[in-house]
């Protein structure tokens, strides 16, 4: 198999090339499904209230300000609960299919860090790789697809 034989070649490349590909395509399907002035709206909104929860004496006003906070975070979650539905179901395929590629190619540890730690060992498998990976390119796409 074709996938197999590129885990083989090159472990690191292979766990760049489909975080890569991955993080691309989940934060295009966020990009994609998401109204990004109102989340930008309630995001400032957010800061706007926790800067005055800051300073504030009065109990009457800090249960209407935690209130509105409440009812921003809910419609916030509920934005993000979309692209999350859309994508969870084929993640989660992906990544039973690419453990099982990297067992039979018999990969464990990709890096290395030179001495054994305790719960986490040696080293970081494709999983670790992919978690921190998905860190940076998330970062990118996001810069790159103004998001």
Not at 23 to 29: A, E, H, I, P
Not at 49 to 54: C, D, Y
Not at 84 to 111: D, H, R, S
């Amino acid at each position: 198999m074709f996938i197999i034989d590129f885990i083989k070649w090159s472990p690191i490349v292979s766990v760049i090339l489909f975080t890569g590909v991955m993080t691309f395509l989940l934060t295009w399907v966020y990009k994609l499904t998401i109204n990004h002035r109102r989340y930008k709206e309630i995001n400032e909104r957010q800061k706007e209230l926790r800067k005055e929860m800051k300073g504030l004496k009065d109990p009457k006003r800090l249960q209407e300000i935690q209130e509105e906070t409440m009812k921003l975070s809910m419609e916030s979650m509920k934005m993000s609960f979309k692209p999350m539905i859309i994508t969870f179901i084929p993640v989660i395929i992906i990544f039973g299919l690419l453990k099982q590629a990297y067992a039979l190619a018999e990969i464990g540890n990709i890096i290395y860090w030179g001495t054994n730690l305790p719960i986490v060992g040696n080293g970081g498998g494709w999983f670790f790789c992919y978690v921190v990976l998905g860190l940076i390119f998330s970062f990118a796409f996001r810069k790159i697809l103004k998001f």
